[in-house]
Nanobody, 123 residues
């Protein structure tokens, strides 16, 4: 059973930075696409970023140029570096492992999820 544990969330001022980490255990990591999603209060979850096994990445438009997703297959860990944070980035952030090796933004194509970490950006 794959387990994903996020860390690194917190409270930061507008313009600040945070680095989220997601440690995977209990299953195969290297060959699968990993993604980050977020859910703001009262809203549906949204795709944020994904990285495939070879390091190719994809971002939602609202975070391009500000967020960077990366992975360390030796450590079974995926990261999300978030810079120039805005109040609109406030949400619970979840990492997830895709069923596939190719990049995907679709939530239903991810079968393992972490418990989430809160990111709050104050104005």
């Amino acid at each position: 059973q794959v387990q994903l544990v996020e860390s690194g969330g917190g409270l930061v001022q507008t313009g600040g930075s945070l680095r989220l980490s997601c440690a995977a255990s209990g299953g195969t990591f290297a060959g699968y696409t990993m993604g980050w999603f977020r859910q703001a209060p009262g809203k549906d979850g949204d795709f944020v970023a994904a990285i495939n096994w070879s390091g190719s990445t994809y971002y939602t438009d609202s975070v391009k140029g500000r967020f960077t997703i990366s992975r360390d297959n030796a450590k079974n860990t995926v990261y999300l570096q978030m810079n120039s944070l805005k109040p609109g980035d406030t949400a619970v952030y979840y990492c997830a492992r895709s069923k596939y090796s190719s990049l995907t933004t679709r939530e239903y194509e991810y079968d393992y999820w972490g418990q989430g970490t809160q990111v709050t950006v104050s104005s």
